[in-house]
Every structure is written in C-alpha cells, then in structure tokens.
C-alpha cells in the first residue's frame, strides 16, 4: 500500500524558514517524480513544485521560485521542501504526492494527507 | 501561463443524475489533462489522466473526454459519495496549473 506521511509543517513568523518532509512507502520510491501542492484555507489547489526520480530535475510554481527548493533522498525514501522567506500568502495545506510516472512533469496519483503551514505574526 | 477555466462553479444535482463538468484550456494542451475528486477534510484523488484514462480502481460511471482545449469530465449516475470538489489539471507547460474547481452537491 502506497503511504506518504508529511511532516514539519506548523507557525512561523513572516520571513522564517520550514522544511517539510514527506516519507514514502510501499512503492519503489526512487522510480517515480514526485511533487508537492497546496491548497490555501478554503481555496483551490495550486501546484508548488516537482522533482524527477533521480532529483536531477526540479521545477517550481513563479510563486515560490527562489525561495523554496525541493529535494529527495531516494536512500531515505524521502522527499523535501525547504521554504525561505516565508510569506503570509503561503499559508496552506501542504501535499506531498507522487507522480504517475519518472518525469518531474506528470500527473500524480497517489496524496499524503497534508501538513499544514501558518504564516503569522 | 496555462489558465483551466472550469464551470459551472457549481452544480446542484440529484443522485442518479447524469453530471457533466467542463474544463477549457487557454491554450491547446492535446490531451495532457487530469481530473482530481476531494471531498472536505481530504486530500484530492485521481481520476482521470491524459484526458480520458482512468485511474486504478476508479469506477466506470467515471469519464473523461475532450482534446485540445475543451475537455469535459461525465458521471454517469451520481452516487452519494459523489459529491464533492472536483479539479482539472494540466500537464503540457510549466508551471503545471490546476483549474478552479467545480462544487458538486446535491440537489
């Protein structure tokens, strides 16, 4: 059964940093891109970030580049998302998800259940 | 960018009724569109890829048509746990872009 468990997610002053954790199971972790949305209180979703399976590739939402890199450790079967800079309109749900196949640019297929960020003061 | 313009915001239907949700691409995408279901409290879930594939396990009341720029996801026969948000999404340019949402609920 495929599992993706996030975590680090919480408050942080506007400009502070978090970095997120995904840690994935029951599949061939080191196979399949990877991404992460996020989904702002009562809104819609929005696409964030994805990296290939060999963490070559990365690409990133006009939003967020520049202040929040993605990263893997397939040896970990663990994914990343380090966020600089926060901003309050950062403030959401943040999904780790994998991707249908190993190109960063593919749909996903299987959702952890979110962790979510607070940006305050 | 990519814009998904998906409408009506919302539909308001009775289970057993047919729905039919439009997704409409600002440029052609050929057929690399994806339909999501979340229901509140959850995270989103697959349903259709590259147009008009299902995804594992998803039932077969649950199509996805279209090319180009217009694509249409129909549920043949609304069950109860049908109701729900459901999500376009494109896979053809970066960024990678979700449409707005359309709100299923029940009539």
């Known amino acids: 059964e495929v599992q993706l468990v996030e975590s680090g997610g919480g408050l942080v002053q506007p400009g502070g940093s978090l970095r997120l954790s995904c840690a994935a199971s029951g599949f061939s972790f080191s196979s399949y891109a990877m991404t992460w949305v996020r989904q702002a209180p009562g809104k819609g979703l929005e696409w964030v970030s994805s990296v290939s399976d060999t963490g070559i590739s990365a690409y990133y939402a006009d939003s967020v580049k520049g202040r929040f890199t993605i990263s893997r450790d397939n040896s970990k079967n663990t994914l990343y998302l380090q966020m600089n800079s926060l901003r309050a309109e950062d403030t959401a749900i943040y999904y780790c998800a994998k991707g249908v196949l190993a190109v960063a640019g593919t749909f996903v297929d299987y959702w952890g259940q979110g962790t979510l960020v607070t940006v305050s003061s | 960018e990519i814009v998904l313009t998906q409408s009506p915001g919302t539909l308001s239907l009775s289970p057993g009724e047919r729905a039919t949700l439009s997704c409409r691409a600002s440029?052609?995408?050929?057929?690399?569109l994806a339909w999501y279901q979340q229901k509140p409290g959850q995270a989103p879930r697959l349903l259709i890829y590259d147009a008009s594939n299902r995804a594992t396990g998803i039932p077969a009341r649950f199509s996805g048509s279209g090319s180009g720029t217009d694509f249409t996801l129909t549920i043949s026969s609304l069950e109860p746990e049908d109701f729900a948000v459901y999500y376009c999404?494109?896979?053809?340019?970066?960024?990678?872009?979700f449409g707005g949402g359309t709100k299923v609920e029940i009539k």
């Open positions: 999404q494109q896979r053809h340019y970066w960024p990678l872009t």
């Open positions: 440029q052609s995408v050929i057929t690399y």
